[in-house]
């Protein structure tokens, strides 16, 4: 690969500040090779652990090789795997039994909080499965179910509304406790209600499993169990699903005390078999090309680039990362890793979708609270940018898991469009130009950096971070997207929010909120929802392996 950059200054592109030096103009034919060649149909929207997700990898690692990066990953090589959970697939034995075996999954399939087994008994009809003392109701009222299989209605006696007076028993997770608190040893579930969102067989998200078999039926096949009337045999078989991602990392060493970390994910949407895609359709390549080989282009382009420039005092780490999408689990694979402690990390720059600035030349930066040392900003002419920034170091990308760890943050970002997670994000779409035009921005930043040492770290004001907008309430915590065991795994408190108020630390992992017992991120919304402004309530958390009660007021 040719030199990009020489050492000539056009007048032009000189800067405000004298601090930093700029370079010819990026080549822009090379950013579009690398987008068009990861945003190809062959690559097949580079799911993390398919077949497209290893010929993207193996196609930066050769870009890094051409460009004399040092193998950083595992072994001596550019890869670093890391275990990605998928979800849970549908095992082999998913059927009823009644009179007829049934195992059509379009009419009867597990539920998602469903766990595993085959059981036969009694079917009984237990209305709608609601306990709700505050009302007088109960449909367990004179009924037997200790052994037997309930078959329960979703929805409630009045409906699915927001009004409904039985709103706050009208939850699945809570109808299926209820039952095996009744001896149920299977619940079937059926739906008569046109306005209820009935769960559909998609196991794409890591749910929490409950101990007995859970099967959803079309409601003809209930009129079927209830013509019947006679013992019912129900089989459910869900499986997890772990797959391996790669993170792609090559290594500049200058020698230098602290590195610098320049990354940007690679993985996207498959075929949309990852949670997130927006497009309702049959099955379709997702190219992802603005998210995000546009990042991937930039920082090989610009590992060039401080390849060969005079930029030595600190080193340079750049990390192609896969898992993104599915809830960042190779930025979290790496600064999790042994590998992590072989750097002294100063500070960590992150391309994610940068292959859309518009004709405002507006660009997104995101994280400038994580550092003083980011007014250097302010100080930038280049492209005639124009600069919208964020205070947070928190975001739903891979600068997220440094930030976590006390390591500044910048999040490059050119905004969203009508494309976003859908097949039609293609390499025609992207504006190479811009791309160029941030990447210059980017050298001149680290040049403007150069010679301050190790910057400096400082916490960001956090709002909003559990999705507050869909709750009256926040804890102020940032989970664990990646957490797959029981519980709700907390990766970061905001200061000055009730969780951190009350004593609620990064790892701990919430159980219980008051008396409402939280499996996953799931039954976490499910509770938070349940809570209003100034209530208090108990929250149990697992620390070094103990449980441990903290009071919170929201």
């Known amino acids: 690969m040719k030199k990009l950059f020489a050492t000539a200054i056009p007048v032009s592109l000189l800067l405000i500040s004298t601090i930093a030096t700029f370079a010819q103009a990026p080549d822009l034919k090379a950013i579009k090779q690398h987008v068009e060649y990861l945003a190809a149909d062959a690559l097949e929207g580079r799911a993390t652990g398919s077949k497209g997700e290893q010929v993207a990898a193996a196609y930066i690692a050769e870009q890094f090789s051409a460009l004399g990066l040092t193998p950083a990953g595992s072994a001596n090589t550019f890869l670093q795997e890391f275990d990605a959970h998928a979800g849970k697939a549908l095992g082999a034995d998913n059927y009823l039994i009644a009179g007829e075996k049934l ?77 095996v608190e009744k001896g149920a040893i299977a619940v079937i579930f059926y739906n008569e209600d046109e ?18 078999p859970v099967m959803i039926v ?28 790669h ?7 200058n020698n230098a005390q602290s590195t610098i970390v320049i990354g940007a994910h690679y993985d996207h949407l498959g ?33 060039e680039e401080l390849k060969n420039s005079s930029l030595k005092n600190n080193n340079y780490l750049f990390i192609a990362f896969s898992g993104e999408e599915m809830g960042l689990f190779g930025s979290k694979a790496f600064v999790n890793s042994t590998a992590m402690q072989n750097y002294q990390i ?26 003083t040392n980011w007014d250097v900003l302010n100080n930038i002419q280049s492209g005639n940018l124009k600069l919208k920034t964020t205070e947070s170091g928190i975001g739903p990308s891979d600068q997220t898991s440094f930030y976590l760890k006390d390591i500044p943050v910048l999040h490059f970002f050119t905004g969203s469009h009508n494309e976003y997670h859908k097949p039609t994000d293609d390499a025609n779409l992207v504006n190479y130009d811009g791309i160029g035009k941030i990447l210059s921005y980017s050298y001149v930043l680290i040049d403007s950096l150069n010679n301050e040492g190790k910057i400096n770290f400082t916490k960001t004001k956090e709002e909003n971070n559990d999705n507050a907008p869909r709750f009256t309430v926040t804890l102020g915590i940032i989970p664990d997207y990646a957490y797959s065991e029981k ?29 409402i017992e939280v499996l996953d991120m799931m039954s976490y919304m499910q509770a938070l929802s349940k809570f209003s402004k100034g209530q208090k309530t108990m ?14 007021q929201f």
């Open 103 to 179: 195992e059509n999954i379009t009419i009867i399939y597990p539920h998602p909080m469903s766990g595993n087994g085959v059981v036969t008994g009694k079917l009984v009809k237990v209305g709608f499965g609601i306990v709700a003392p505050t009302l007088n109701y109960d449909d367990y009222a004179n009924v037997d179910l200790k052994g037997n299989i309930a078959l329960i209605q979703l929805s409630s006696p009045d409906g699915t509304h927001p009004h409904s007076k039985y709103i706050d028993y009208n939850d699945e997770r809570l109808k299926i406790k209820s039952a």
């Open 195 to 212: 306005n209820y969102e009935v769960p559909v067989a998609d196991y794409r998200r890591t749910t929490a499993a409950e101990s007995i």
């Open 218 to 245: 079309d409601k003809s096949v209930a009129a079927q169990l209830i013509a019947n009337n006679n013992n019912c045999t129900v089989s459910t078989s869900l499986n997890p699903v772990i797959k391996k991602g």
């Open 539 to 552: 929250v149990t958390v697992i620390r070094n392996n103990a449980e441990l009660q903290l009071e919170v």
């Open 346 to 371: 100063n500070y960590m720059l992150n391309y994610d979708m940068v292959g859309r600035l518009d004709s405002t030349n507006t660009i997104i930066i995101n994280g400038v609270g994580s550092s």
């Open 247 to 253: 993170n792609v990392i090559g290594y500049i060493d």
């Open 487 to 515: 519980g709700m795994r907390i990766d970061g408190v905001t200061e000055g929010k009730p969780g951190s108020i009350a004593g609620i630390l990064a790892g701990d992992i919430v159980i219980k909120m008051g008396e």
């Open 271 to 303: 075929h949309g078999e990852i949670e997130g895609s927006l497009y309702r359709g049959a099955p379709a390549i997702h190219n992802g090309a603005d998210d995000n080989a546009s990042g991937v282009s930039l920082i090989i382009e610009l590992a």
